[in-house]
C-alpha cells in the first residue's frame, strides 16, 4: 500500500524558514518522480515543486521559484522541501505526492496522499 507521511509544518514569520519532510513506503521510491502540492484556505491545488528519481532535474512554479529549494534522499525514502523567505501568500497545507502531468497541471488529491503538513506565516 502507497503510503505518504508529510511533516514539519508550523507557525512562521514572514522572511522566515521551514524544512517540509515526506516519508515514503509502498512503492519504489527511487523509481519516481516526486512533486510538493498545496492548497492555501478557500482554494484550489496548486502544483509547486517537483524532482526527478535521481535528483537531476527539479522544476517550481514561478510563484516559489528562488526561495523553495526540493530534494530527495533515496535512501531513506524521503522527499523534502525547504521553504525560505516564506510569505503570507505561501500559508497552505502541503502535500506530495507522485509526479504526473496531471498533478503539474491540475492536481486532484488522490487516495494514497497523506494528510498534509500545514505551513502558516503570520506575523
Known amino acids: 500500500e502507497v503510503q505518504l507521511v508529510e511533516s514539519g509544518g508550523g507557525l512562521v514569520q514572514p522572511g522566515g524558514s521551514l524544512r517540509l519532510s515526506c516519508a515514503a513506503s509502498?512503492?519504489?521510491?527511487?523509481?519516481?518522480?516526486m512533486s510538493w502540492v498545496r492548497q492555501a484556505p478557500g482554494k484550489g491545488l496548486e502544483w509547486v515543486s517537483a524532482?526527478?528519481?535521481?535528483?537531476?532535474?527539479?522544476w517550481y512554479a514561478d510563484s516559489v521559484k528562488g526561495r523553495f529549494t526540493v530534494s530527495r534522499d533515496n535512501a531513506k525514502n524521503t522527499l523534502y522541501l525547504q521553504l525560505n523567505r516564506l510569505k503570507t501568500e505561501d500559508t497552505a497545507m502541503y502535500y506530495c505526492a507522485k509526479d504526473s502531468p496531471t498533478v503539474r497541471i491540475s492536481p486532484v488529491r488522490e487516495n494514497y496522499w497523506g494528510q498534509g503538513t500545514q505551513v502558516t506565516v503570520s506575523s
Open positions: 524532482i526527478n528519481s535521481d535528483s537531476s532535474s527539479s
Open positions: 509502498g512503492f519504489t521510491f527511487s523509481s519516481y518522480s
